[in-house]
């Protein structure tokens, strides 16, 4: 049987420094049947001086008139109208993989209920020294799956498959809701891409217990310039994507008036976090205190609770108290919950 073709979007602007990088993680995957796509959103550096030492016929690389993050739409979407893979993989052009990426991950699509899959990312600076590992699901299994309409609603409350480098997903799922999305959004594409896929197909996405890629920090990114803006847009963008998604589709995912407001609390108990980490303190509490009316359970009713009292102290109590009902609800549950 032949192996699936994958088709790696790497989308770049100004990244001269750490793009030769990123097309080496690809040139090193010990998983062969691959190309790469860079997009270049009209970098002013030497981005593409460095893509063409790279005479790898896999790698292809489009060049585009500068547009910015409020078009990441049109570039992966240009990226996907020449692909030729029946894949798709994310691979920002200041991120790189580790060598069994895909050799790791291609298998997990041979069960054909799995739609997209994703696993642990480790952060690295700018020098590629490792300087922790990002939120991602507390199990011990290799391979956890969580059914596409559990999915949609557990990311209308917090995009637990940030950072996309290890996001890999169906050609055909994409495709089905309408390529890459920026409903909502003036800075993401991926959870409203993510947000559609899940809702407009039954099926499975597969979490892998296995570092697949490596997300790089530094100053000049812009979702460590604008965490606060991407904060507040996640609600924002479940309701751009819930006002666009048919009945079927909206029964699908079981969306209704708590699950709805749910969405709410967790995005306003996320903002109010964020403005304590910046000594917001009055803004802190006005999203503390909507987080509280909009809250359907106790659960979140108690952490908007303790996100009032923390901006009232100027001390983050919020982050210790989810730690603390995550591992309860895994207790009492006994299954996993989703983090980040």
Known sequence: MARPLVTIISPTYNQERFVA??????????????????????????????????????IRVVVLPHAGVGALDRTYNAALAVARGSLIAILEGDDCWAADKLAVQVPSFEDASTFLSWGRAELIDERGALVGEAARLATGSMCTRIPADVAFRRLTRSNFLTPTVTVMVRRTALE????????????LVDL???????????????????????????????????????????????QAVVSELDTSALARVQWDERARRSAESRARLAEGEVALETGEFRAARAAFLRALGAAPNPGDRALSAVGVLSSILRRNLVRSAFSARARLQRVLRGRPPVTG
Not at 26 to 51: C, H, K, N, P
Not at 176 to 187: D, I, T, V, Y
């Open 21 to 58: 990088a990123c097309a080496e993680s690809a040139l090193a995957q010990t998983y062969t049947e691959w190309e790469q796509i860079f997009v270049d959103d009209g970098s002013s550096d030497g981005t593409r001086d460095v893509l063409a030492r790279f005479r790898d016929p896999r």
């Open 176 to 187: 089905r809701s309408g390529g890459f999305r920026q409903s909502g959004s003036s800075l």
């Open 192 to 238: 409203p891409t993510w947000l559609w896929a899940t809702a407009t197909q039954d099926g499975h996405v597969a979490f892998l217990n296995h570092p697949l890629g490596r997300y790089r920090v530094h100053g000049a990114q812009t979702s460590q310039r604008r965490r606060a803006q991407m904060t507040r847009e996640h609600f924002a963008i479940v």
